[in-house]
């Protein structure tokens, strides 16, 4: 069975074609243009969302950037981009697969958007501020040369990639330990085929 990804050169896919270069794997991307193409009956039996990525393999379908990169980083074990479920590390390594879906993506979101936040307000939103997610990220960063810590994972793609896109948004400002951690990134042969 093929592995076939919907994407398009703009969108969140980059970060889903990264992983797949890393994995070394055959797959056949299709290019889905923003707009009607992602709407039509045929696309929308892929993805209901009518968004890319998505992946199929078969019967199975994977939406959702996050969950793509986790479905293929278990798929090929033998890649080692991802802890394994009796590994202790799995549990940090799920924690920033969630953390690059959840808090990151959100907190890019509203800053993109421009929406203006209370202190108040702030506690109702699973990522509080800007400042808490950067910080979140930088202290273990800290500690460990990747985000889930020695060992490259899934999870250093993901946190990356919405990283990137921030800092080229003028989003995200470039603090020190982030810096160092995506231009390490940033010289792997797989991130540099994609980017």
């Not at 969950?67 to 590994?87: H, R, S």
């Not at 808090?103 to 506690?123: H, M, N, T, W, Y």
């Amino acid at each position: 069975m093929n592995l076939t990804l919907y994407t398009n050169p703009a969108s969140r896919g980059r970060t889903v074609e990264w992983l797949l270069q890393e994995l070394g794997v055959a797959y056949d991307p299709v290019t889905v243009e923003f707009g009607p193409s992602m709407k039509t009956p045929e696309y929308l039996a892929v993805n209901p969302m009518g968004k890319v990525p998505a992946l199929t393999l078969g019967e199975t379908v994977v939406t959702e950037t996050a969950a793509i990169c986790a479905y293929l980083a278990d798929l090929y074990p033998e890649k080692n981009l991802a802890p394994q479920v009796t590994d202790p590390r799995r549990g940090t390594y799920l924690r920033w697969m969630f953390f690059a879906a959840g808090p990151l993506d959100s907190c890019i979101s509203f800053e993109k958007i421009g929406v203006p936040l209370e202190r108040a307000q702030r506690g109702f939103l699973g990522f509080g501020s800007k400042e808490l997610v950067l910080n979140s990220i930088e202290t273990a960063l800290a500690k460990h040369s990747h985000i889930a810590g020695e060992d490259f994972t899934a999870a250093d793609v993901c946190i990356s990639s919405q990283l990137l896109f921030a800092i080229d948004m003028g989003l995200f400002s470039q603090r020190p330990v982030l810096a160092r951690y995506l231009e390490r990134l940033s010289e792997r042969p797989a991130f540099k085929r994609v980017f």
